[in-house]
């Protein structure tokens, strides 16, 4: 077993046609929910975001947060803090928005206010939603409204287009397909965003990304590791590793022989599932 370090790109045509549609509808938006993901605060960030969406105003949304290592994911988010972001976390499973709602109206009476000066009618705040995909944008937005008004789902690229979608008089959002950056130079985020259902399956080794797993686990949750497969020690070909995974959770090949494109798998599934506990990814 080896970790190939096969580069990950992931940019296809449609997340270029987003950004284009994005672009093109700005003028219509008053503010932006910046969606991030809590196991991973700091590679699920869009990098190009400023360029994109300009200076209006901003909140970060973090979701998931019930899945997170909250103590080191709040690390990162007091930084955010310092830097002037507006930062809301959620658990979008059974907390509430009302944060993010008092947040987004106080903006929105701002915004009004200039209007009225300047002669024009208020009108509902007009939010657009974005962020990498699978990181919970939907989700806000069923959240939001109160019910099922848009498809959601635990793989990357369930929203195929952008669309209105009204939660009441005072609020339009807009949803948006998943989105990441034409070049992705840091593999560690990449990796980090293949680990969590940021990047389609399809181009991604598998066996590469539970390596990169192991790995993470084994630096920063190295109990749960133990806990979870036995595995005490970690070297550099994974090979026992896989072995053990494979005899404790019986991923046989015909003959008896370890099935090590099963184990990669189930260690991806595993991860994903949140059978490790709460957990985070990045560190600063
Ligand atoms: N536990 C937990 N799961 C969440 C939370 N938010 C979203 N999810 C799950 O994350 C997955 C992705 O949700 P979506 O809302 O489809 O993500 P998206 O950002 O719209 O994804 P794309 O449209 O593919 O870009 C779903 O399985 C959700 O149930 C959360 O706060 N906590
Ligand atoms: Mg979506």
């Not at 080896?2 to 219509?28: C, Q, S, V, Y």
């Amino acid at each position: 077993m080896k970790e190939n370090k096969t580069n990950i790109n992931w940019f296809p045509g449609h997340m270029a046609k987003t950004k284009r549609e994005i672009r093109e509808k700005l003028d219509l938006i008053d503010i932006i929910y910046e969606v991030i993901d809590a196991r991973m605060p700091i590679s699920s960030k869009i990098v190009d975001l400023d360029e994109l969406v300009m200076d209006k105003p901003r909140i970060l949304v973090v979701t998931k947060y019930d899945l997170c290592d909250q103590k080191k994911t709040d690390i990162i988010l007091e930084q955010y803090k310092n830097m002037n972001y507006s930062v809301v976390a959620l658990d979008l499973m059974n907390g509430n928005c009302n944060e993010l709602l008092s947040i987004t109206n106080t903006i929105m009476k701002g915004i009004n206010a200039i209007r009225v000066q300047k002669g024009m009618k208020e009108r509902a705040a007009r939010v657009l939603i974005v962020g990498a995909p699978n990181v919970g944008k939907s989700t806000l937005i069923n959240r939001l409204v109160g019910r099922k008004s848009v498809n959601v789902g635990n793989t990357p690229g369930v929203t195929k287009s952008l669309s209105w979608i009204r939660v009441n008089k005072e609020i339009e959002l807009l949803d948006s397909p998943g989105i990441l950056w034409p070049k992705m130079e840091d593999q560690e985020v990449a990796h980090t965003l293949a680990a969590f259902s940021s990047i389609k399956e399809e181009i991604l080794n598998l066996d590469d990304i539970a390596c990169f797993i192991l790995k993470k686990l084994f630096e920063y949750y190295p109990d749960k590791l133990e806990e979870r497969y036995g595995i005490t020690d970690l070297d550099d070909n994974f090979i026992e590793a896989y072995e053990m995974i494979g005899q404790r959770r019986g991923a046989f090949s015909k003959g008896g022989v370890i099935n090590y494109d099963r184990v990669s798998e189930i260690i991806i599934r595993d991860l994903r599932s949140g059978y490790f506990g709460k957990i985070t990814f990045d560190r600063i």
